[in-house]
């Protein structure tokens, strides 16, 4: 099915673990981004990829790192994970900007708890 | 960097009562898109909106992006139950690369 996929759903890690959420897209968007969703905070960027092998820094970056080999795939790693990394994940892509039909497609988020 | 204020942030309406949420950008915008988030789950996209003074409705749904394109507007009318949710702009950096969101407005419709 075309779509957009998290995986997994739900995941429950310890402090100090790495840990790697997955995303998977099926429409060759050039564009991937990943957020987390916080209480007051709302959805903020933490890394975005313009294509294979390009990423970017978004606002909170800091204890995460994301590669991008494939087009499809966008897996985001807390290398060392802190209780202040439990969220709401959520990844998105989208096709390339300014041109028509340029909405970012949204993933049905991973809830990370670190212990 | 550009940072995307929504107000109100929360917003209690009777059934069959119109609102408005507004999206203010601190830079001018290039594209800007409504979602819509139910608790718990991933957003929906709701419209895009890109040229000044744009307009676009859905069903009981209007956006609206002003002339000089930093601020937009989310109107519901004869709002219900099915619009209570997590409302959310977002917009797209001037590369076009980055695509970040305000806070959101959480709408609840009593019956």
């Known amino acids: 099915d075309a779509g957009i996929t998290q995986s997994p759903r739900y995941k429950i890690t310890e402090t100090g673990r790495q840990v790697t959420l997955m995303c998977h897209q099926t429409?060759?968007?050039?564009?991937m981004f990943w957020y987390r969703q916080d209480l007051g905070h709302g959805l903020r960027l933490i890394y975005y990829?313009?294509?294979?092998?390009?990423?970017d820094k978004g606002e909170v970056s800091d204890g995460y790192v994301v590669s991008r080999s494939k087009t499809e795939n966008f897996p985001l790693t807390l290398e060392s994970a802190t209780r202040s990394q439990t969220s709401v994940y959520f990844c998105?892509?989208?096709?390339?900007?300014?041109?028509?039909?340029?909405?970012?497609?949204f993933g049905q988020g991973t809830r990370l708890t670190v212990v | 960097s550009q940072e995307l204020e929504q107000s109100p942030q929360s917003l209690i309406v009777q059934e069959g009562k119109n609102l408005t949420i507004n999206c203010t950008s601190s830079?001018?915008?290039?594209?800007l898109y409504w979602y819509k988030q139910k608790y718990g789950e991933g957003l929906i996209f709701l419209m895009m909106?890109?040229?000044?003074?744009e307009e676009k409705s859905h069903e009981k749904i209007t956006a609206k992006l002003d002339e000089k394109k930093q601020q937009s507007s989310l109107h519901i009318t004869a709002s219900q139950p099915s619009h209570a949710g997590i409302y959310l702009c977002g917009a797209r950096n001037q590369a076009g690369t980055a695509l970040i969101f305000g806070k959101g407005t959480t709408l609840s419709v009593s019956s």
């Open positions: 429409w060759s968007h050039s564009y």
């Open positions: 830079k001018t915008l290039y594209g």
């Open positions: 998105a892509s989208s096709g390339f900007p300014r041109t028509a039909n340029t909405e970012a497609f």
């Open positions: 909106l890109q040229k000044g003074g």
């Open positions: 990829s313009a294509a294979a092998d390009i990423t």
